[in-house]
């Protein structure tokens, strides 16, 4: 199967050490254009947690919060994101109970921070997506960072925590 689109391995920039932190896009996203505007079926969101690493304890920090105009960067799911509305909900699950009745054996963790794709994460944002993701690390989770293309957010979270991306083989 393909791994998430723009799966990349970090590690603390004063270590070697390889450490089970990673980035990567939304379920859905790719490099098709088309892929930012469309909808995620549940089956493209299963094949995505296929993917993830196999770790026994898996976390996903979701940075996915809302688009410049507003819209929920939830909206192309079957699930909502913690600070949609309750009119963006309307009937539908979490992420974290979706990921619970869907994915069960893989007990898999989401922890929310949402931000507003193309603009600065705000500096509590990143002191709270720091602190949760140092807590999750020290406790062997392996931790899945995740925003719309896996690249702006997650990046500017990296930076502020002091990883660099580790280029040996995932």
């Known amino acids: ?56 304890r898996t976390a996903i920090v979701s940075l996915l919060g809302r688009k410049p105009g507003g819209m929920s960067e939830f909206d192309f799911y079957t699930f909502h994101g913690k600070d949609d509305t309750p009119q963006e909900r309307g009937s539908r699950p979490s992420f974290q109970q979706w990921l619970d009745r869907r994915h069960p054996a893989r007990a898999i963790r989401v922890v929310e921070h949402p931000t507003t794709d193309l603009r600065p994460v705000a500096a509590e944002t990143l002191r709270a997506a720091e602190a949760d993701i140092e807590a999750l690390l020290a406790s062997g989770w392996t931790v899945v960072l995740m925003d719309s293309g896996g690249e702006t957010r997650t990046k500017a979270l990296c930076r502020h925590m002091k990883f660099v991306e580790d280029s040996r083989k995932l």
């Open 1 to 56: 199967m393909k791994k998430p689109h723009r799966l990349r391995r970090w590690r603390r920039t004063a270590s070697l050490q390889q450490i089970a932190f990673f980035t990567c896009a939304r379920p859905g996203r790719s490099k098709d254009p088309a892929s930012k505007k469309a909808s995620v079926a549940d089956h493209v969101v299963d094949k995505w947690v296929a993917t993830l690493s196999p770790g026994t």
